[in-house]
């Protein structure tokens, strides 16, 4: 057999509640194959009553092959998979953690076929409002490694002391990164639940019923989220998004916000609430980063970006392929990646 | 025929989204007769397709035959049958206004047999986020009327300047009432949308999910509450409800708080954040009360009784019979009873 052009150094799972995203990495981590599948934790393929028959089989339709096609290639997993309800409970470490350590702590999980699995731990804060992160590390770690990639250049004196790391999604995650001289440490993050909240209270309350009626235009729409944005800092925003978000109600009975206004004005107004306590906590921890970086899906972060700006955030940059840069980042630190050519 | 022993005085209906409680009220609004029909303005009786045919049908139901046998009675109602979906929609009357002017500004209506039903307009506050309230107005008379009876050997300098009235429920209306030697005046209402949030994320959200795990005994039912209450007063608590919300889920997970225990903690931490955000707006407006009255379901004031004193509210009262009072009180100012024996 003739060698392959491009040899597989990592394969690589995000997996999470609702999908398995499969990648096929090459030398650096290059992207060679992506695979998109359905297999999310809580929907496994149906396939018998043995246990973990379902993690099994999604595990052998995201990988099976490119396995049998390089069968040393180390597998590296991060996300749900490592929870109560996954494939095997991978313990959280514990937060503050410098960021390096996490590649040391990766759990190991042997398949039907002896096939070994790393498991990435997920972190908890163990705060009096305990706070947990199971996937949103990996992507972490992938902004970090390439940042540092990127700022190889920067001097000293201009690197930050802190970098705040926003992972926006049905939950969003606001992780504070604290550099030293000697390394950089998760200090602590935050989890804000403005997306499924949003989804809630536009499926399930009276403020969705309002949202039927027909359509903005883009500009208005436009207006109607950047007028939810500032709620949060004008004085009768201080009474609380359990109170604010009423107004969606009003200004549709009002005349002032037609349907879609009322849907962009709503998420408008959750995400204002989210960077404006957001904002107000970082103040009086007095750890305002110089720098954010955002990860996610493109028009989420558009969103968020806009209102960073409109809270005065600056120095905002939203990153890409940060799961697959941290998964391989994570391996690289936990030493599998030594013994590929 | 002989004389009734009880004579019906007036029908005070009381016509909301879901429901719809006829009144039937004797001399001084002593209550002799009440019917309770499922025939909510959004879920009325299926009697063809005439406009306002469930209306109809639905108001012959609740009082047809107490028409029949006091045909002079008058006929008051308050409620969303007063709103764009309801039977006939009356202007709100806009806040502040004194709250003896309410009873001069009922709209008619006349049904197919030409009865006259007068209809309770409901309030409206043109602020930056515009509040309204259709029904709760009638409350807010109704529990003033009891108030004024109660205290008529108060002294003067002992009347307070300033009460707030709750009507705690799917949303929490907070009425604040501004009392002067010529009258009491409605100056400001707020709503909190605190119920339908707590149902929405119990129903609809990863929260719920946790809560299906076996209950809590009545003594940690009754912690976790408290537990719930305290948050939006801690240091945690300040970064605001879309974050604290998480914890329901951490406290699950690490073991703290069982499922029934993690409904109870959602519950107060849901009502505290409410109550802390109405004490902070109201001592920036220098408008703290000198007494709470709460009309609403029993256990459900209790709950916001026990959040009041928490956060430092005192002389809390709850009030019974707010609504037939209310209704009573808006007939007699809108000069309905002179003409009855």
């Known amino acids: 057999m003739n060698p392959v052009p491009h040899p597989t150094r990592l394969i690589a799972l995000d997996w999470g ?37 379902g993690f099994e089989a999604a595990f052998e339709q995201a990988c099976g092959d490119w396995l049998q096609a390089a069968p040393a290639t180390p597998v590296i997993a991060a996300g749900m998979v490592g929870s109560r309800q ?20 990766l759990h ?25 992160i199971r996937g949103e590390e990996t992507q972490v770690v992938g902004v970090l490694a390439l940042n540092a990639q990127r700022n190889n250049t920067v001097a000293d004196h201009q690197r930050p002391e802190n970098t705040l790391i926003g992972l926006p999604g049905t939950h969003s995650k606001w992780v504070q990164i604290h ?23 536009c499926g399930h309350t009276i403020l969705g019923r309002g949202m039927e009626a027909a359509g903005s235009n883009a500009d208005d729409a436009q207006r109607a989220f950047e007028r939810g944005l500032n709620v949060a800092q004008t004085p009768a925003g201080r009474v609380g998004v359990l109170s604010t978000i009423f107004s969606t109600r009003t200004l549709g009975l009002t ?9 962009e004005y ?11 306590a957001l904002k107000n906590m970082l103040q009086e921890q007095d750890r305002l980063p110089e720098r954010v970086m955002l990860v996610g899906e493109t028009a989420l972060c558009e969103r968020y970006t806009r209102a960073l700006y409109v ?10 392929q940060a799961t697959e840069r ?7 630190s936990a030493g599998l990646l030594n013994k590929a050519e």
Chains 1, 2 share one sequence.
């Not at 005349?255 to 849907?263: M, N």
């Open 179 to 201: 550099h030293s001289a000697m390394h950089s440490e998760v200090s602590h993050f935050d989890t804000f639940m403005t997306g499924e909240v949003f989804a809630a209270l």
């Open 326 to 332: 941290g998964l391989w980042q994570l391996a690289l």
């Open 17 to 53: 509640t609702s999908s398995l995203r499969a990648y096929r990495l090459g030398a650096n981590g290059q992207r060679l194959e992506l695979r998109a599948l359905p297999w999310g934790v809580m929907q496994l393929p149906e396939v018998g009553a043995e246990a973990n028959a």
């Open 255 to 263: 005349g002032v916000l037609d349907g879609a206004g009322q849907r």
């Open 86 to 105: 996954g494939w095997c409970e991978v313990p959280y470490l514990n937060v503050p953690i410098a960021v390096d350590q996490i590649g040391g702590s």
């Open 311 to 320: 809270y005065g955030f600056k120095n905002i940059d939203v990153v890409q």
């Open 108 to 132: 190991t999980l042997r398949n039907r076929h002896g096939q070994i699995i790393h498991i990435v731990p997920g972190l908890i804060e163990n705060s009096p409002l305990p706070n947990v």
């Open 266 to 276: 709503l998420s408008g107004l959750l995400i204002g609430h989210e960077i404006a």
